[in-house]
């Protein structure tokens, strides 16, 4: 069958794409995790909103949850515990993982293992196996080469925020149902006297909901709250729109992760800690250069007033990669190019986690195509990494 169609447009979107072609840009319909027409017995998008940071009552967002585990159960070769919180990857005599200990319900279980996936996102990756040490991996599973934690990043996102004098629409749909420009993206134009690599994708979105008038700016133009505010708000609300501008991101030194001296979970072990090393001056100069490029597009579309908040590094972040770094070399990576550990043949590893550096997009097709390629590595090579 047929790659789906792109999510439709909107009038603001369709105006941003039109005015990027004017300016001699290449506009497109970015790839959506989500369903544009119904497959699988799934529905197609409705667009009713609210998909930024919630599920989808027509099941039409990807997820595990109503695609791949589904799928699996059906197979009867997958048993899930819920609400299991798994505190050490176990190792026998051999160094080869044997299995996960857990908490359900109050009460701690061991599970064997012939094989263990470690799957809990780039934080907890790198938690787990640093608080698994044994005599094998006295700092930690597979990180006898203190790797782990090493790399890691999270992705530089910036923003530019318009006023346009005219309504636009933007209090439907979803952040996917946009338009994007990779025109300084990566490595798509020339860098001759930047003074910086890489670069940024534009993208403008629909999906603005009632509760984010609390926290729109008012251009100077009104005070932060009373009357005047609430006037501004109920002229301007609808010809705001946002915009979401991710950075090409690259590991450093003195970015990593490790155990935190101080605090703890309630189990009493350390918690996942970033040592962040200050402001990079790369992705800096990058994202201050795609601001200026939307600001041209905004105002080239009708835009009246922009405001340029100043980039910054990530923190905690959705979009963190690294911890587990994959590549060839033991000494510098903790997985090899198929996401099992160089020092534990039958532990592999999943997730952004592994990731080593960053394009200017979103983290998670890329992960997943990583996780099926583990996957079908690990099917045809059962007998050699089960042991």
Known sequence: RSPMPPLRGSGFTDRMSETAKKLGWHP????????????????????????????????????TAVSTIPEAMKTKNLTIFDRAHVTRIQVGADGRASGVRYIRDRQEYFQPAKVVLLAG???????LLLLSKSKAYPKGLSNNHGQVGRHYFGHWTTGVTALFPFDINVWYGLPAQGVSCDDWADDNFDHTGMGFIGGVNLHVYTERHPIDAGAMPTFGKAPTWGTAWKKFIKENASRMPNTYMQTNTFPYETLYLDLDDAVKDPLGDPVCRINTGGMRVNEQRAALHAQDKMEQWFRAAGAAEIIRPAPGPPGVSTHAYGGTRMGANADTNVVNGWGFSHEVPNLGVLGASVVGTSGSRNPTLTVQALAWRTAEHLAKNWGTIAG
């Open 28 to 63: 497109f319909a970015p790839p959506a995790a989500i369903n544009s027409r119904e497959r699988n017995g799934r529905s197609g998008c409705v667009y009713h909103g609210y998909c930024a940071t919630g599920g989808c009552h027509v099941s039409a967002k990807n997820s």
């Open 121 to 127: 996102y780039t934080y907890e990756n790198t938690r």
